[in-house]
T-cell receptor
Framework: ETGVTQSPTHLIKTRGQQVTLRCSSQ?????VSWYQQALGQGPQFIFQ???????GRGNFPPRFSGLQFPNYSSELNVNALELDDSALYLC????????????FGQGTRLTVV | DQQVKQNSPSLSVQEGRISILNCDYT??????FLWYKKYPAEGPTFLIS?????DKNEDGRFTVFLNKSAKHLSLHIVPSQPGDSAVYFC???????????FGAGTILRVKS
């Protein structure tokens, strides 16, 4: 039990639609990161939010966007869904202090058809 | 460009023996390395980490070794148990655990 919860656990969307994934971080953690894990690959960093501001972004297009709220919850939004967006989406919360590892939620499995 | 590589997709080990999982990296700016374990339908779970100023870190049955000159790290599990069967991910960071770069993972099967 990491204290990080994600919803929904599974989701099916049609190409071109928009989707919002949600994450509740571990209490006290002011940093949340989102990762995309395609089948057979490791998680790939999408972006990170620190105190409600974007604090780094991986190699993902602008149609991937996020929000972080004061109550330790966050959202990942994806517009104009493509078939290749089908993946497991993971959020991870952490403190920014040195030497602190990230705690992951169980993920949301997104299927785009 | 894969900055973190786990070249063995799978590993099978007998219960009680040592499991050695390997990881190579290319970015010399990485200063923090972590191992995560993942069971099906669960998110990755933190296992053990090591800072670039150390060459070894031990936690119970798990030991991580870092060879900076070779840009190589390894995870040793001794003794291996059937419950250790999972996917193991190596990850690296330039910011002490944030913005992780992951390898593709190694499936470990511990046979009883």
């Amino acid at each position: 039990e990491t204290g990080v919860t994600q919803s929904p656990t599974h989701l099916i969307k049609t190409r071109g639609q928009q989707v919002t994934l949600r994450c509740s971080s571990q209490s006290g953690h002011n940093t949340v990161s989102w990762y995309q894990q395609a089948l057979g690959q490791g998680p790939q960093f999408i972006f990170q939010y620190y105190r409600e501001e974007e604090n780094g972004r991986g190699n993902f297009p602008p149609r991937f966007s996020g929000l972080q709220f004061p109550n330790y919850s966050s959202e990942l939004n994806v517009n104009a869904l493509e078939l290749d967006d089908s993946a497991l989406y993971l959020c991870a919360s952490s403190l920014t202090d040195r030497g602190t590892e990230a705690f992951f939620g169980q993920g949301t499995r997104l299927t785009v058809v | 460009d894969q900055q973190v590589k786990q070249n063995s997709p799978s590993l099978s080990v007998q219960e009680g023996r040592i499991s050695i999982l390997n990881c190579d990296y290319t970015n010399s700016m990485f200063d923090y390395f972590l191992w995560y374990k993942k069971y099906p339908a669960e998110g990755p779970t933190f296992l053990i980490s090591i800072s670039s100023i150390k060459d070894k870190n031990e936690d119970g049955r798990f030991t991580v070794f870092l060879n900076k000159s070779a840009k190589h790290l390894s995870l040793h599990i001794v003794p291996s148990q059937p419950g250790d069967s999972a996917v193991y991910f190596c990850a690296a960071s330039v910011e002490y655990g944030n913005k992780l770069v992951f390898g593709a993972g190694t499936i470990l099967r511990v046979k009883s």
